[in-house]
């Protein structure tokens, strides 16, 4: 039967009347998009937070709904005023089912399409309750919460799995070229402008002319862990003024937040013709032949610590806030020999095959999954 979330789900609206020491304490930064896990909290810090949440209820971002974050609670705490609480009512839905009802692309969609305000749109309650889905019967609520709960719990393993391998990646170069923080190896402090070509000009490369058809990356076509849709390609005549140019092997550094913050980066490789352009909010680094390399250069601007230093050297208003090039050309790294570069780009292309097949694997378990939400949900 089909219902609406109001007739099976409530909002919790408890608010705090003690004390909140001790208590674990959720913002919206803490929800990953898309993730029903809470992986992120802190406790003691100081914030103005008055809304309760108990274990059980989900953490809705009423905030920019597009971003898909709503996670379980796993512990009582408070949370922001720009996360909605939501709770299962006894014996119209199994609590255990909710939380594949809410996060949900088909509920993301709608609860963006109720959201009111301009820059930072939200959406209330009032009107999340009016949101119809395909209820099952409770018999079998229980059979179709156990199949979407194994679906979430392998496709997780596999993430799991996937991050292990970025963290072996950042272990194997601790390992060759040491701790890039402590230069514990004693390699050559250098300035990153003396270790690759930061901006390239265009007007030195001979293969751009009219008619030429190159990769056009914008900034939705780079992750936050190197990955690249180059699906995406323009006539030069089309993006010679108004975009950033890069050829092949370049690394790209998003400039902008939060995207730096939130790691967008990649190699260029495989570019149609070996020429791309693309968003102006990338920094373009490009490597100097028998000093530099890409994967060397790539993982340095992909350390927690680099962007860090980076976001507080960020010029600009909030909102629009970049890092500028002078961070990047004054920044000063130990330079390893060329071949234990190489050597770890070695490392890296094997790691990258795993990590294909994983991801591979992955979007297969998602296309899985989400097809199980529409045809039992939708």
């Known amino acids: 039967m089909r219902v609406n979330l109001g007739a099976v789900a409530k909002e919790s609206r408890e608010t705090l009347s003690g004390s909140k020491r001790g208590l674990p304490v959720v913002g919206l930064e803490h929800i990953t998009p898309g993730e029903l896990s809470l992986l992120a909290w802190d406790v003691d810090k100081e914030n103005s937070f008055t809304k309760v949440f108990r274990k059980g209820q989900i953490l809705f971002g009423r905030r920019r709904a597009y971003l898909k974050k709503a996670a379980i609670a796993p512990f009582d705490g408070i949370c922001s005023g720009d996360i909605t609480v939501i709770e299962a009512i006894p014996d119209k839905i199994l609590p255990d089912l909710l939380p594949f009802v809410i996060q949900n692309d088909i509920f993301f969609d709608y609860a963006m399409g109720k959201s009111a305000g301009s820059l930072s749109p939200r959406a209330k309650w009032?009107?999340?309750?009016?949101?119809?889905?395909?209820?099952?019967?409770?018999?079998?609520?229980?059979?179709?919460?156990?199949?979407?709960?194994?679906?979430?719990?392998?496709?997780?393993?596999?993430?799991?799995?996937?991050?292990?391998?970025?963290?072996?990646?950042?272990?194997?170069?601790?390992?060759?070229?040491?701790?890039?923080?402590?230069?514990?190896?004693?390699?050559?402090?250098?300035?990153?402008?003396?270790?690759?070509i930061i901006n390239p000009r265009k007007s030195e490369?001979?293969?751009?002319?009219?008619?030429?058809?190159?990769?056009?990356?914008p900034m939705a076509a780079v992750s936050e862990k190197g990955a690249l849709d180059l699906s995406e390609t323009r006539l030069y005549e089309k993006v010679k003024t108004g975009f950033t140019y890069f050829s092949e092997n370049d690394v790209l550094f998003a400039k902008i937040t939060p995207c730096m913050e939130n790691g967008k980066g990649a190699i260029m490789e495989n570019l149609n013709q070996g020429v791309g352009f693309g968003s102006t909010e990338f920094h373009v680094l490009r490597p100097i032949e028998g000093v530099s390399n890409p994967?060397?250069?790539?993982?340095?601007?992909?350390?927690?610590?680099f962007r860090k230093d980076a976001a507080m050297n960020m010029t600009g208003s909030a909102g629009?806030?970049?890092?500028?090039?002078?961070?990047?050309?004054?920044?000063?790294?130990?330079?390893p020999p060329i071949d234990l570069q190489i050597r770890f780009a070695e490392f890296v292309r094997q790691a990258d095959k795993s990590k294909s097949a994983l991801q591979d694997t992955i979007d297969r378990l998602e296309t899985t999954y989400k097809s199980l939400l529409r045809e039992n949900l939708g």
């Open 205 to 217: 490369d001979k293969r751009l002319v009219k008619g030429l058809e190159v990769s056009f990356v």
């Open 126 to 196: 009032e009107h999340l309750r009016n949101f119809e889905f395909h209820l099952p019967p409770m018999a079998q609520q229980g059979k179709l919460a156990h199949l979407l709960w194994t679906a979430n719990t392998t496709r997780d393993a596999y993430k799991k799995l996937l991050a292990a391998t970025d963290a072996l990646v950042e272990s194997r170069f601790v390992e060759l070229f040491g701790d890039p923080d402590k230069n514990d190896k004693g390699l050559p402090l250098t300035a990153l402008k003396d270790c690759c």
């Open 320 to 335: 629009q806030r970049r890092v500028p090039a002078s961070y990047l050309e004054k920044y000063h790294i130990g330079l």
């Open 295 to 305: 994967y060397w250069l790539y993982q340095i601007t992909a350390f927690d610590k």
